[in-house]
């Protein structure tokens, strides 16, 4: 337990160093880009721990590691803000003339067309912006890095393991042992290829005018080939020929570090026989078995290099989505990689990077509330979790907390970089005039506040959650 608990410690501050320096380095760069004076650029908040100056710039490691600042000349209310809990605060609260006065004399001997506040407002509004459009893009090149350098996954079977009753493919003869072998004509060789070769047709194929009669499956029963002629129709009834069908393999494939199979000794490769007394062939049949048998002793059987071995494991009770918990020994079906090219790999990349968006917002839509929300406890957890299953897998994670926080930035609250834009906008309603440093110093302290407090509410629900309730 003390191994986990470390491990997501670690896990949870590498993902928040990655993610926070990407999107500090954001804002820094179009600093430099538009000739911005950057004071500091500083990993963490709060006091300064490590400091060093590399030329005009102060770069700084503080001791609260959430979140980050760059420091930019003649910045007014936010330098002040940043310099909160420093230990370099001014003497003059934020928001006063005499506070604005202090802040402005730190800056005399900076050339004014070099202070952030005398940039034209197309280019602060994207210095701010820089920051959680690169956290956006890292998660896209970190997707497309991992599946280029790791390749696709597949399951090389083609054999089936399960043929729900009344599915389309029952109906159609498909059959448990059934090994296909080549659909319309194309050789199968994965249970990936299984799937995307019957998905359904598309409209076009479906039309009248098409002479498309359906699809012609070869497949391999006991000693004879055997070809089965599945029609349109059954795919349109259905959407999926495969849908239920589960491929015949309980190969091994990873095992979580730490976790309740790895305490059971299974390894990569072994393949399972028996769970709970009952035979498995598929596993859909292991997961079925496990997930009723949360907190009891389950005993299992399997064969490594063809010698048997057997054991007993009480599978974990873990929530696999808000309000739903199941029993879990942590393993995965034994799995091959296929090599993709760079292109291939960036498409990738930036169609999950853009699922993990659509996907977060149709959770807040349909299932707002506090189990949709998760703190440093809860981040750390998964994130020590997947680092436990791989390093490829912890990096996938990292991709999508960095996609998180591009969307959590993008808020209109002011203290996040979607707060400054929504100032920027009224700026450029009023004609050019800046909102009056007064109600930015309010409305930046009630952000500030809220901010917090939501920090604090969320700290404490994790805690809550994690404890079991």
């Known amino acids: 337990m003390i191994n986990i608990w470390i491990m997501g410690i670690l896990a949870f501050m590498l993902t928040l160093v990655l993610v926070v320096v990407v999107h500090e380095l954001g804002h820094f760069l179009f600093c430099k880009l538009f000739g911005v004076y950057v004071k500091t650029f500083s990993i963490g908040i709060g006091p300064k721990l490590l400091r060093k100056r590399w030329g005009e710039t102060e770069y700084v490691i503080s001791a609260i590691p959430f979140g980050g600042y760059v420091k930019m000349a003649g910045e007014g209310l936010m330098e002040e803000i940043q310099d909160t809990g420093t230990w370099e605060e001014r003497k003059y609260p934020m928001g006063t003339e005499a506070g604005n006065m202090e ?5 005399d001997d900076i050339p004014p067309e070099r202070h952030f506040f005398n940039r034209p407002a197309w280019q602060r509004g994207l210095v701010f912006l820089a920051g959680p459009i690169f956290n956006l893009v890292f998660a896209i090149l970190l997707t497309a890095s991992v599946v280029f350098v790791v390749g696709l996954p597949f399951i090389p079977c083609t054999t089936i393991g399960l043929v729900p009753e009344e599915s389309v493919a029952a109906v159609n003869g498909l059959e448990s042992g059934d090994r296909i072998l080549e659909v319309d004509g194309q050789e199968i060789s994965s249970w990936n290829e299984v799937w995307s070769s019957t998905m359904p047709l598309s409209v076009a194929e479906t039309d009248k005018d098409s002479d498309h009669s359906g699809l012609s499956i070869v497949l391999e029963r006991g000693t004879q080939t055997v070809t089965l002629n599945v029609p349109v129709l059954s795919l349109e009834n259905d959407g999926y020929l495969l849908s239920g069908l589960e491929p015949q393999t309980t190969q091994v494939g990873l095992v979580q570090r730490w976790g309740k199979a790895s305490e059971l000794g ?8 028996t769970v709970d007394g009952q035979k498995v062939t598929t596993f859909g049949d292991i997961a079925r078995l496990i ?3 949360a907190d009891r002793e389950v005993a299992i059987t399997w064969s490594r290099n063809g010698t048997p071995m057997s054991g007993s494991v009480v599978p974990q009770l873990k929530e696999i989505e808000p309000g739903v918990s199941e029993g879990r020994i942590s393993i995965e079906p034994y799995y091959e990689y296929d090599k993709v090219n760079l292109w291939q790999a960036s498409q990738i990349g930036f169609s999950n990077t853009m699922n993990i968006i659509s996907r977060t917002a149709d959770m807040l839509r349909k299932k707002p509330g506090l189990d949709s929300v998760g703190g440093p406890v809860r981040i750390g957890q998964v994130a020590g979790e997947m680092l436990r299953w791989s390093f490829s897998r912890f990096l996938f994670f990292a991709a999508f907390f960095s996609v998180n926080l591009f969307l959590l930035n993008l808020l209109p609250i002011p203290v996040l970089d979607g707060g400054h834009v929504l100032f920027l906008i009224f700026e450029v ?7 009056p440093e007064r109600w930015q110093a309010i409305a930046t302290q009630i952000g500030l506040i809220v901010l917090l407090l939501f920090m604090v509410f969320v700290f404490v629900w994790d805690i ?3 404890s079991g309730h």
Do not use: Q, S, T, Y
């Not at 802040?103 to 800056?107: C, N, P, R, Y």
């Open 429 to 435: 309603l009023r004609g050019g005039k800046p909102v």
């Open 291 to 293: 997930k009723v048998a």
């Open 464 to 466: 809550w959650k994690v």
């Open 103 to 107: 802040a402005a004399g730190l800056d």
């Open 266 to 273: 299974l390894e990569e490769g072994d393949i399972i026989e």
